[in-house]
């Protein structure tokens, strides 16, 4: 096959041009949808980032008509847009955006749809490609995939057509495995994006740059010189009205086995031989390939119990709307992993998240080995301490790095002190949301910052036992107190004088 | 959505000393971060302004406008000959929304007054003024070349709009100057971006690149003032598909024709003034080519309205989406883009520059 000409135009521009699209979204008239995929799709287009020939698809069970369906889109985008909606740019999004009602298993409803499609080719003389957005209840994914396959919907001549699948992508091992069967059973892996939203967050793909862009990390960024790693995803909320949801996942399934071991992958991989997608995600899957699931004792669950956060009193989890009294989904989870290879050996990885507790924050804090001699005095200050790392994905986007200083004056004592770089203040362009960013990727066909097959199996590999050991043991949790750092007894957890950072 | 900010400490002396500012400076971010630990000092960059003092209001105006791109630290130098001292205010500002544990970037401006027996030695005024090791920015909308000149050893970045040149000869000349001494980022080649993208796009597809040697007829129309811009678009077009220029002519309607030489044929160019354009930048592009398609990009209500009519005189037309940024989206993208690096500016404008 030869080369296509590479196109002299694209050179030096910031939005490179993506083939013209149909998006569908199943599931258009949902929660995510109106948060976050239609505000995504209207900034684009404000932007001017979107394909310049684009046409949107909304597929939900509820009977609207076209002209309904544009109207609550519009609503949506007033509503949760991270900017102001341009009302002239929200009319061209929605001028010929259409509506196809119908429940997901019904076979009757993909013709239809397959019909909407092949009218915008026509009106556009060309084959738009085809990108189908999965904004479901999980259990439809299968279905729908099935459906797509049975109407020929999985292959567009002349032009791409790409599935993206939101979380989660099953709620066991099993499932996962039976989930990527079915859809692999009608698409190629190259089609499927299944997204996991941190990795469109800035901070997280800076933690690539970080360390891949820069000398003096690397060589510090081993068992010899790193202590430990803790990586937090705390929440101060509660579950506000999702205990339809979250009951059913918990905090482990919920953030850690997905969200929270990618944070893992990116800061243990090594440097790929490119930043092609399939050569960072074969590193990443290396390192799931590396860490064995946890043992008991390595593992800590709880419920929040009522409590004062931000000076309001909470209810405890059992005491949520929708949440049965016997409840036995933890809304907090930590563990302990290794990851066993030449790099990492023995150093301890934290992971912790919950809801309802001190602080919102997201973060991954690397402590280095301390200095091997104390020659300071310590006296009259903390001392020296281990240098750390600090990545925060949220709410302060950056980097911080805690140094040792002297404290001014005749003494000679030293405490810490921070180095930061913040997004916020560093840079002047804001940070798309991270769906804005995923959108645009997937329809250009870039799959680096979703998941790929073997790597949502090998992280449900690691995770998985828990979920069965902790369904398999009677209740009740162990409680915390609402607004606090989470359980008594997660010190447990540490190694040796390893301590939490303060949430 | 642009953050509103508030002024949080003010300092003002008059007949001062650079030391003194800078040391004001310190003392009100000082005073600022006491009242609040989330006040932090934004870090991207420092922009210097030198203005007119009667339009000052103006530019100070513009600037609010820009938003999140706001500079660090702006210095502005409001000239006039009534100046006899070097008097100042500076002001930190924050933004006035800000949430309980996020961090709030202060901002600093100084505004000095200036007269013309300080614009050649203005380097030892604002030199000790601008952060150090973040890039400098330095923007001269009222001409004040040489006060410019004088401050191009401490700036990276050198910000134009070249479309305030009435002679776009001139312009062009001028920007060569600069172009050999710094970088430059020309607000006039921003206004041309979402025109740029839309023609690259146009042509993506792996079937219809071939076609971008064989374009046969491109006619570009702009605002009256705003001809640069057109020169830009043609030499943008010209540097990337190897086109040979010369200068255009103006013919009896006052358009600029000419004809470029490819490899396979001549491209006829027509450069012609809109005057219903109430905005500088382009009005819109016509581009023909010799297997018989035609495309024309206006610009429209929500972005670009797009006309095609392809080899079997199948004509399409439709909206290409895109919010209006203007003029203060403009400038803010052009404080943005000092932070980046176009590599295909100089091109466009050398080739830009055999059009004249």
């Keep these: 096959m030869t080369e296509p000409l590479p196109n002299p135009l694209t050179e030096g521009l910031e939005r490179l041009p993506v083939h013209p699209t149909a998006l569908v979204i199943f599931g258009g008239t949902g929660d995510l949808a109106r948060r976050k995929l239609l505000p995504a799709l209207y900034n684009l287009a404000a932007d001017g980032a979107l394909p310049e020939r684009f046409h949107l698809i909304g597929v939900s069970r509820s009977e609207l008509p076209d002209e309904e369906f544009r109207t609550q889109a519009a609503a949506a985008v007033k509503e949760f847009s991270r900017r102001e909606a341009d009302p002239k740019v929200l009319d061209a999004l929605l001028a010929e955006a259409r509506y196809i009602s119908g429940s997901f298993d019904d076979e009757g409803m993909y013709p239809r749809l397959s019909e909407a499609l092949d009218g915008f080719d026509a009106a556009s003389g060309q084959q738009l490609n085809r990108a189908f957005y999965l904004s479901t209840a999980p259990e439809f994914f299968p279905v729908i995939v099935e459906a797509l396959g049975r109407h020929d919907l999985t292959a567009h001549d002349g032009a791409e057509v790409r599935v993206i699948i939101e979380k989660p992508f099953g709620t066991t091992l099993a499932e996962a495995q039976e989930l990527n069967r079915t859809v692999l059973s009608v698409l190629d892996e190259s089609q499927v994006f299944r997204i996991d939203h941190y990795l469109g967050k800035e901070t997280v793909q800076n933690m690539l740059a970080f360390r891949f862009a820069n000398g003096m990390f690397e060589p510090l960024w081993n068992r010899n010189y790193i202590r430990n790693v803790q990586i937090t995803a705390s929440e101060d909320i509660g579950i506000g009205s999702r205990a339809g949801y979250y009951d059913h996942a918990g905090a482990l399934r919920d953030l850690m086995q997905n969200h929270m071991m990618q944070l893992l992958t990116l800061l243990c991989m090594e440097p790929p031989v490119d930043f092609s997608a399939d050569e960072i995600r074969n590193e990443k899957v290396k390192v799931l390939h590396a860490i064995q699931p946890p043992e008991p004792d390595r593992t800590i669950r709880a419920q929040y119990a009522p409590g004062v956060v931000a000076g309001r009193e909470v209810p405890g989890y059992l005491g949520e709307n929708g949440v049965p009294e016997d409840s036995n989904t933890e809304t907090f989870a930590a563990v302990r992993l290794t990851v066993q290879n030449w790099r990492w050996a023995g150093v301890p990885f934290y992971l912790r998240t919950g809801k309802r507790l001190s602080r919102k924050v997201t973060e991954i804090a690397v402590t280095l080995r301390p200095v091997p001699h104390q020659a300071f005095n310590q006296e009259g200050s903390v001392g020296v301490q281990p240098n750390q790392l600090i990545f925060t994905v949220q709410p302060n986007e950056g980097v911080t790095l805690k140094l040792g200083a002297k404290i001014p004056g005749t003494r000679m004592r030293v405490r810490g002190v921070n180095m930061e770089f913040l997004y916020g203040t560093t840079f002047l362009s804001q940070s798309p949301e991270a769906y804005e960013k995923l959108i645009m990727d997937a329809m250009r066909g870039d799959a680096t910052l979703f998941t790929r097959n073997d790597e949502v199996e090998a992280q449900w590999r690691i995770m998985d036992p828990v979920v069965q050991r902790w369904e398999a043991a009677p209740g009740p949790l162990p409680q915390y107190e609402a607004g606090t750092a989470g359980p008594a007894g997660i010190e447990q957890l540490l190694a040796g004088d390893d301590k939490w950072r303060a949430i | ?356």
């Design chain 2, 1 to 356: 959505m642009v953050p509103a900010a508030k002024t949080d400490a003010v300092w003002r002396a008059e007949d001062t000393t650079p030391t003194a500012i800078e040391a004001a400076l310190r003392a009100l971010m000082t005073e600022s971060r006491s009242r609040s630990q989330s006040y932090v000092p934004a870090r991207s960059l420092n922009l210097v302004c030198i203005v007119d003092e009667d339009y000052s209001g103006e530019v100070a105006n513009r600037l609010r406008g820009v938003g999140r791109f706001a500079a660090s630290r702006t210095v502005v130098c409001a000239v006039s000959p009534r100046h006899r001292t070097l008097d100042a205010v500076a002001t930190i500002a924050v933004p006035t929304d800000t949430e309980e544990g996020v961090h709030a970037p202060m901002r600093e401006t100084v505004v000095l007054d200036v007269g013309p027996q300080h614009l050649r030695q203005l380097a030892t005024i604002i030199d000790p003024l601008v952060i150090t090791d973040v890039p400098t920015v330095v923007w001269s909308p009222h001409g004040h070349s040489d006060a410019l000149d004088a401050l191009l050893g401490l700036a990276q970045v050198v910000l134009v709009d070249s479309v305030d040149e009435p002679e776009p000869a001139d312009a062009v000349a001028r920007l060569r100057e600069l172009m050999d001494r710094t970088y430059v980022v020309d607000l006039a080649w921003l206004r041309t971006t979402p025109w740029r993208e839309r023609i690259a796009a146009t042509f993506d597809p792996e079937k219809l690149r071939p076609d971008l040697r064989l374009i046969s007829n491109l006619v570009v129309r702009h605002h009256p003032d705003s001809a640069i811009a057109g020169l830009l678009f043609v030499g943008w077009l010209a540097s990337r598909l190897d086109w040979e220029l010369g200068p255009l002519r103006v013919d009896g309607a006052g358009a600029r024709t000419g004809r470029a030489h490819t490899r396979r044929q001549d491209v006829q160019l027509r450069l012609q003034a809109d005057r219903t354009m109430t905005v500088r930048g382009l009005a819109g592009v016509e581009i023909e080519t010799a297997s018989g398609r035609w495309l024309r990009l206006d610009r429209g209500a929500g972005g670009l309205r797009a006309r095609y009519r392809g080899p079997r005189q199948n004509d399409r037309e439709w909206t290409i989406m895109g919010a209006s940024r203007g003029e203060p989206g403009i400038l803010g993208e052009g404080i943005r883009q000092a932070l980046l690096r176009d590599a295909t500016y100089r091109p466009a404008l050398l080739r830009a520059s055999e059009l004249v």
